[in-house]
């Protein structure tokens, strides 16, 4: 089984900083696409940004500048530093794999984490 384990949420104030941390552990030969999503209640899951095991990375408009998504392939591990952080990046984030290739040569699909919660707020 493959599991993605996410850290470092929190409550944080306006303008500060937060550090997500995703692992995943099993019998993982590689990953493709990491990323990371967030969700408020009511309304759907959105990505925040996404990164390719090559290094190619994507972000929503309201992550640019702010956010930087960083992964470690030997590890199975992808980070979301984020920057100034305001009211409105308070959600439940949620570490997303596209494609993971097991070492039995099985793929599996669409795995997400259980979710950490950001909350900003003085």
């Known amino acids: 089984q493959v599991q993605l384990v996410e850290s470092g949420g929190g409550l944080v104030q306006p303008g500060g900083s937060l550090r997500l941390s995703c692992a995943a552990s099993?019998?993982?030969?590689?990953?493709?696409?990491m990323g990371w999503y967030r969700q408020v209640p009511g309304r759907e899951r959105e990505l925040v940004g996404a990164?390719?095991?090559?290094?190619?990375?994507n972000y929503a408009d309201s992550a640019k500048g702010r956010f930087t998504i960083s992964r470690d392939n030997a590890k199975n591990t992808v980070d979301l530093a984020m920057n100034n952080l305001k009211p409105e990046d308070t959600a439940v984030y949620f570490c997303?794999?596209?494609?993971?290739?097991?070492?039995?040569?099985?793929?599996?699909?669409?795995?997400w984490g259980q979710g950490t919660q950001v909350t900003v707020s003085s």
């Open positions: 997303h794999a596209d494609r993971i290739l097991l070492f039995d040569s099985r793929w599996m699909y669409n795995v």
């Open positions: 099993g019998s993982i030969v590689s990953i493709n696409v």
């Open positions: 990164i390719t095991r090559g290094g190619g990375t």
